[in-house]
């Protein structure tokens, strides 16, 4: 780093849900808000572990954390939208309790290419007070390559108003902006 310093980069906490958003993750969002300042609606990282963070008036009002594309790799399915796919994700959510039934040929070591649609699903079954009505931002992370484009395939399928963004080129703005004097 040259010699250069950083500040420490707090994450944030939702006291009401216990909902942590790790100081990369902060960064990133204060990275999207440095360059849009007026953005209204929710910033989605889709990671290993991926974040929702609604943002109202420059802030973070709340936030939930889903593990979809970590629970995909745990059974040791692969984060693509195979055949079924959109099928699978209509089932999970408007009726998550078929997840367990989707994801059923994986513990018998059948691949199932409905996986990461059910999966999905589920999460925006969960996520659904988050995007429904909501400008989305989907940030990419490099925690699970490609899964931001499928998450944006998903939501949009749904009617949500969705927009890609680089979640590398999110936190570089957000560490950039915590160096500046006055930050």
């Known amino acids: 780093m040259g010699g250069q310093s ?5 994450g944030l906490i939702q006291d009401s849900e216990g909902t942590e958003i790790t100081a990369p993750e902060a960064a990133r969002i204060a990275g999207i808000l440095a360059g849009i300042p007026q953005f209204d609606g929710v910033i989605w990282i889709c990671g290993a572990s991926a974040i929702w963070a609604h943002i109202s008036a420059g802030e973070v009002v709340s936030a939930m954390r889903a593990g979809s594309a970590a629970m995909l790799a745990a059974l040791g399915a692969p984060l693509e939208a195979g055949d079924g796919f959109d099928a699978a994700l209509a089932d999970t959510l408007s009726r998550p309790e078929r997840l367990a039934r989707e994801l059923a040929p994986l513990s018998l070591g059948r691949p199932t290419p409905r996986a990461a649609g059910a999966v999905l699903g589920a999460e925006l079954a969960a996520a659904k007070p988050w995007w429904l009505g909501q400008t989305v931002l ?17 939501l949009q399928a749904q009617g949500a108003q969705v927009t890609l963004g680089d979640g590398e080129a999110a936190l570089v703005a957000g560490l950039s902006a915590a160096r500046r004097p006055g930050a």
């Open 6 to 10: 950083y500040p420490a980069l707090p």
């Open 138 to 154: 989907a940030l990419s992370s490099a925690s699970a390559p490609g899964w931001s484009e499928i998450c944006a395939r998903g």
